[in-house]
């Protein structure tokens, strides 16, 4: 609602001038605000103990919907540096310039600099935003934010390496599990709710079948196509996620007798995440 939108900018201009003209503890640390709460990890694990690090779409919310609070904008003024997912996700499409006008001085991190943005026909733009969702995504998004520390702490570039290069190390691990696990399916087909997972299908050679489709709940002519796809094809399990209503999901999963599982693209863990995402898509191919 532009009107709502309106008066959270004018309340975050008047939080800004009040925060601003109080004092701050300093902690020695650079303080790092990312979009969503999958940055967040990818932050700490190049940061380590010499940064505080912040989302702004909190657990549970939708980039795709949610608005900033004032006092998150407040903390955006006060932060050293920014990492914006840059795919471009909506959050940062509707929100990104004002949330940053709050701190001409902030360095901002483009994670997906150097990513391949992926074309999905579902998706309200013909794009998926969600990046990150594949291994071999991460480790530039990784990449990235190591090059933004360097850039503002040159004096820790050896720290900052260690820690990159460690991770990436998990993530090469991780990439070769999930191949190793996924590998032998017979059956490539998934259906989920919210058309999220193109770029892990992509690495994975599995194809996605969305319930929702350029941000729209599926017609009642979707929901019987839907039925027949998994009926076809043998499927038993419908995902979602609990960014996303999954009343439809259950529709369907009542429909072909079978369930419904939750997977997060937005979990913090992200290497366990991917894991049980992997491990439940596995039940879900037999």
Known sequence: MKWYRFLSFVIFLLFITIGCSKPEKKTGKIA??????????????????????????????SPHTFEPTPSQLVAVGKATMYVKVGSPIDFEVIWLDKILSSNKDIF???????????????????????IWLSPGNAKIIVGNIYNGFVSID???????????????????ELDIEIEQILSKKTNRVFIVYH?????????????????????????????KYLIDQARKLNIKIIFASQQFNKETAEVIAREIKGSVILINPLEKNYINNMKKVTNALSKALE
């Open 195 to 223: 058309p999220a997972w193109s770029y892990y299908a992509r690495d994975y050679n599995l194809k996605q079948i969305p319930i929702e489709a350029e941000g729209k709940e599926p017609t009642l002519n979707d929901i």
């Open 154 to 172: 040159p004096d820790n570039k050896k720290y900052y390496a260690a820690n990159k290069e460690t991770y990436i190390k998990e993530l090469d």
């Open 32 to 61: 790092v605000m990312v979009s969503i709460i999958p940055l967040v990890e990818f932050v700490e694990k190049v940061g380590g103990d010499k940064i505080t690090v912040s989302a702004m779409v909190p657990p549970g919310a």
């Open 108 to 130: 901002l991190v483009n994670a997906s600099s150097g990513v391949e943005i992926f074309s999905n026909e579902y998706t309200y733009h013909n794009y998926d935003p969600h």
